[in-house]
């Protein structure tokens, strides 16, 4: 399991959302990024630097610090699509290579490189500005219908990542919540929230909004 490229975004026009700008545009970039945790979600903050969002009440954020996009997925697109889909272009701060990142589960850890740790946390919720960036109609049905999201990790341990990093699991927690289910259970298929109420390494508001609607006292859109 490795790191194929990190990836930083490049700003750009966001005519698809009420927004000015989008950092969906992230290329591989050379030498060591540095990672570390960006803190509250708000400030455009996210985990490697030079890299940030512009829609701050969105994305960004420690739960949000690092997207990671397997390169298989990827290739799958690509036969799909009919077109060349670079490593970033999903909008992953990090492509991999043989990572299980939708079968990951919530609250796993990964050791990037020499000391990096980051943890699971949640799927990524397509919005509209990925569609636009692809400019694919109905992609927004498609891919949820695919249901291979990649997966949002924290920063557990701060410092240095580079492309070619060695990626290893070096914790799993004991529920079978993974990144895929998660995502089927936000988007399409509700009943399966029941099964993400043990996946407490969940964003906490994330958790306590399926805890609520199990419960009976959340709402159901």
Known sequence: MLLLSVNVGRPQANPWKGIAATGIDKRPVTGPVAVVAPGAKGTGAVGLAGDRVYDVKHHG???QAVYAYAREDLDGWEEELGRELPNGVFGEN???SGVEVNG????ERWRV?????LE???PRIPCVTFEGWLDRPGWL???TAAAVPGAYLRVITAGEISAGDAVEVVGRPEHEVTVALAFRALTAEPELLPRLVVADALP???LERIR????GRGPRT
């Open 61 to 63: 954020g420690n739960d």
């Open 94 to 96: 990090l492509t991999t």
């Open 104 to 107: 990951a589960l919530i609250g």
């Open 113 to 117: 490189g020499g000391g990096v740790v």
């Open 120 to 122: 699971v946390s949640c």
């Open 141 to 143: 049905k498609r891919f």
């Open 204 to 206: 906490a508001g994330d």
């Open 212 to 215: 609520r609607r199990v419960a």
